[in-house]
T-cell receptor, first 117, second 112 residues
Framework: GAVVSQHPSWVICKSGTSVKIECRSL??????MFWYRQFPKQSLMLMAT?????????EQGVEKDKFLINHASLTLSTLTVTSAHPEDSSFYIC?????????????FGAGTRLSVL | GQQLNQSPQSMFIQEGEDVSMNCTSS?????WLWYKQDPGEGPVLLIA?????ELTSNGRLTAQFGITRKDSFLNISASIPSDVGIYFC????????????FGKGTRLHILP
């Protein structure tokens, strides 16, 4: 149980285009999902907390107009990188907290590698 | 802000050796989590600790929640090639139990 699916696993796009990444909880409902960014050989940095039915909560320094988050259902959150530029190239990972497990237990998707040309 | 300091940053060991790594903070944590990340993948939860002094095992892995609540240890016994990866400690920072922060990771390499 507690499977989180992320799609696509890899995307290459031209500078100036927008890219949407999907995060799905496959066997549980998640009122809260999280989006992280990871640079090569670095740790995971929380970008934002995605709340079902309400606005996302962004961490300090993360541009909410740049990284649009939508959590329209209890099993799906999306991250859209708008007007992507090469500096947005990174590994993006989502996670979700199953409500039946203890607090703070997050299960992660396999990540999306974004390369902006 | 609160930080988790992991040590060592990387380890090179022979297959079959035991491994020890730790995670420390200047602040108290009420939960300690240990994750493993393989290249190009998301982290996978290994062990969760909730009580000071708690010692929990998951197969060849054993983790402990430090008595001071400011540290945690992860041990791997009789390492095998699939243990290669990055091990992260994580936990909710004080006053923010709605999120977790991660250490910088310990990279485990196994020599042929």
């Amino acid at each position: 149980g507690a499977v989180v699916s992320q799609h696509p696993s890899w995307v290459i796009c031209k500078s100036g285009t927008s890219v949407k990444i999907e995060c799905r909880s496959l066997d549980f409902q998640a009122t809260t999902m999280f989006w992280y960014r990871q640079f090569p050989k670095q740790s995971l940095m929380l970008m934002a907390t995605s709340n079902e039915g309400s606005k996302a909560t962004y961490e300090q320094g993360v541009e909410k107009d740049k990284f649009l988050i939508n959590h329209a259902s209890l099993t799906l959150s999306t991250l859209t990188v708008t007007s992507a530029h090469p500096e947005d190239s990174s590994f993006y990972i989502c996670s979700a907290e199953p409500p039946t497990r203890a607090k703070n237990i997050q299960y992660f998707g396999a990540g999306t590698r974004l390369s902006v040309l | 802000g609160q930080q988790l300091n992991q040590s060592p940053q990387s380890m090179f060991i022979q297959e079959g050796e035991d491994v020890s790594m730790n995670c420390t903070s200047s602040s108290i944590f009420n939960t300690w989590l240990w994750y493993k990340q393989d290249p190009g993948e998301g982290p996978v939860l290994l062990i969760a600790l909730y009580k000071a002094g708690e010692l929990t095992s998951n197969g060849r892995l054993t983790a402990q929640f430090g008595i001071t609540r400011k540290d945690s240890f992860l041990n791997i016994s009789a390492s095998i090639p699939s243990d290669v990866g990055i091990y992260f400690c994580a936990g909710p920072p004080r006053g923010r139990d709605d999120k977790i922060i991660f250490g910088k990771g310990t990279r485990l390499h196994i020599l042929p």
